[in-house]
């Protein structure tokens, strides 16, 4: 078949597109991106095999975003989606999340062809999160509005031939949609095993991470990943591991006020800022420390995802020590492959990094083991496929 992804932000990248589209590629299927081009870059190119379609990009920066905005029902994206479908006769829309599945559905109805929801995370309960944790900006109210989010959800829910979800408890949030559980597969945020070969970072030396009890975060620094509740351990840490260090691999809006608060606490000789990495360099540094920390507070939406981090951490060997949001805590409790703190609760991060450090338990060993049976994306990829090809025999 000939499958349209639809993108809500710039491509090249993200993990789980590529993922995603690579998958539909290698079986056979010709693969088309709808993105968008806030860098603004070619209209079209080819990447890796796959058909990149971005929207026209404005010479003016704040035009180009406003325009491109991924609203609902944006006219700019339905006239760009229409072009491409028509241009290139697509035969299967998948729209990744909530702020484009209303421009998804419209396109495949009128053109009479199946969409698939990739419904990647709960993004009413993210958009609450984003409410709750971040500075009120009156803009939010028509762009990141969890009550028109909802609406749309539901609209979105009843009316796609079928959902993918990244963990078995979003299936429930589906059905409180108002969408039929029965038709959401679930396909992962699990890595493919050949990651785990990549090389490593050539000329950077993590010498000083290696020579150190080094616990590592990687992704995104926002308030709500809980990063902060570790600078508030690390007193404690200290005193039992006084060479203790914590590694913050990414970039966000909230570094300077999170380097703040370091400082504030009087623990940034123990804190390793690596800044952004590039995707391919990232287990190397994961494999050069002890332990790997998920410190996010469990909001609604981190109780219905699970992230690539848990993975990663796990295949590449390491223990993992994660807030008990379910999905998280089912994984390390079933695999043995790491403990999980009270949400929120630095003292208890603090225990369970001692924990860890003192544990006989082979936590590495275990996710690594589990990484290769079951939590990777060989698995995911085939219920991805077989998910594409019930709806083309639909």
């Known amino acids: 078949m000939k499958v349209l992804y639809i993108w809500d932000a710039d491509y090249p990248w993200d993990v789980r597109v590529e993922k995603i589209c690579m998958s539909l590629a290698a079986a056979g299927h010709e693969v088309h991106i709808a993105a968008r081009n806030l860098r603004k870059s070619a209209p079209y190119e080819r990447i890796a095999g796959l058909h990149i379609h971005r929207l026209k990009p404005w010479a ?76 009120f900006e009156k803009l939010n109210l028509v762009l990141r509005n969890p009550y028109a989010a909802k609406l749309v ?89 006084p060479d203790f260090l914590f590694v913050i691999v990414g970039e966000g809006k909230t570094r300077a006020a999170l380097a703040a608060i370091a400082s504030e606490k009087g623990v940034q000789d123990h804190v390793f800022w690596a800044g952004w990495v590039d995707h391919d360099q990232i287990f190397e540094y994961i494999r050069s420390c002890d332990v790997g920390i998920i410190p996010h507070f469990v909001t609604p939406h981190v109780a219905t995802t699970i992230p690539n981090k848990l993975f990663d951490y796990m295949g590449c060997g390491i223990p993992v020590i994660a807030s008990d949001a379910p999905p998280m805590q089912r994984v390390l409790d079933e695999e043995r492959a790491g403990v999980t703190f009270n949400n929120g609760d630095a003292d208890d991060l603090a225990r369970a990094v001692l924990q860890v450090r003192e544990s006989t338990v082979d936590f590495g060993g275990n996710g690594m083991a589990a990484v290769r049976a079951k939590y990777n994306w060989s698995h995911d990829e085939k219920r991805l496929l077989d998910a594409v090809q019930q709806v083309k025999r639909g």
């Open 153 to 241: 959800e539901r609209y979105a829910l009843r009316r796609v031939d079928r959902t993918l979800v990244v963990v078995e408890e979003m299936v429930q949030v589906v059905a409180n949609g108002g969408g039929d559980e029965s038709n959401a597969t679930i396909v992962g945020n699990t890595p493919p095993l050949a990651s785990f070969q990549q090389s490593g970072p050539g000329e950077v030396d993590l010498s000083q991470i290696r020579q150190r009890y080094s616990a590592i975060y990687t992704g995104g620094l926002e308030m709500a990943r809980g990063i902060q509740l570790m600078f508030d351990a690390i007193p404690s840490i200290v005193k039992e591991i």
């Open 60 to 135: 003016i920066d704040g035009l180009n975003y406003a325009l491109s905005f991924p609203l609902f029902f944006s006219p700019i994206w339905l006239k760009r989606l229409h072009g491409v479908i028509r241009a290139h006769d697509i035969d299967l829309i998948i729209v990744r999340d909530l702020p484009l599945a209303i421009a998804g559905i419209w396109s495949g109805r009128l053109n009479r062809i199946p969409v698939i929801f990739d419904m990647a995370e709960d993004y009413v309960a993210m958009v609450r999160v984003i409410w709750d944790y971040s500075k």
